[in-house]
């Protein structure tokens, strides 16, 4: 198994929540799963993710098992905010990037497009307003 950790953010209530988005490959029968209470808008991700990957050059890992751990799973996530740090989280753990930066003062947010660009979130602002209040050093 490989794994990828990153951080993300979700607005249930204020001032909002971090929220580890953990990817793991696995070998075995092909599937991509998100877990941790995920709204509709998170479920199709997996569309935009594997769409986005292909179209700025990257290889999916086709015949994985790809399970995306959204957590605390206690805690309603929504919108498309997930979509950048599952893709990151992705190509990390299939090691189609790899990097010897630290990102657990990272937060990651973004919408992406089929065509890997990425589109912004609603809730910019609050987002790094909290981020800035719990001590992240950055947020893209």
Request: contains cysteine.
């Given at each position: 198994m490989k794994l990828a950790r990153l951080k993300s953010f979700t607005l249930s209530g204020f001032p909002g929540e971090v929220v580890e988005v953990e990817v793991a490959l696995?070998?075995?029968k092909p599937r991509f799963i998100i877990v941790g209470?995920?709204?509709a808008a998170v479920q199709e991700a997996k569309e935009r993710v594997r769409?986005?990957?292909c179209s700025a050059g990257f290889s999916f890992p086709g015949g994985m098992q790809i399970s995306v751990n959204l957590a605390?799973?206690?805690l309603r996530k929504q919108g498309?905010?997930?979509d950048l740090p599952i893709a990151l989280g992705i190509l990390l753990a299939s090691e189609e990037?790899?990097?010897k930066l630290d990102f657990s003062q990272t937060i990651w947010c973004g919408e992406l497009g089929f065509d890997?660009?990425?589109r912004p979130v609603n809730g910019v602002l609050p987002i790094t307003a909290s981020a800035?209040?719990?001590q992240f050093q950055q947020i893209f």
């Open positions: 696995h070998r075995g209470l995920p709204d769409s986005a990957i605390p799973a206690s498309t905010v997930f990037l790899s990097t890997g660009r990425c800035q209040k719990q």
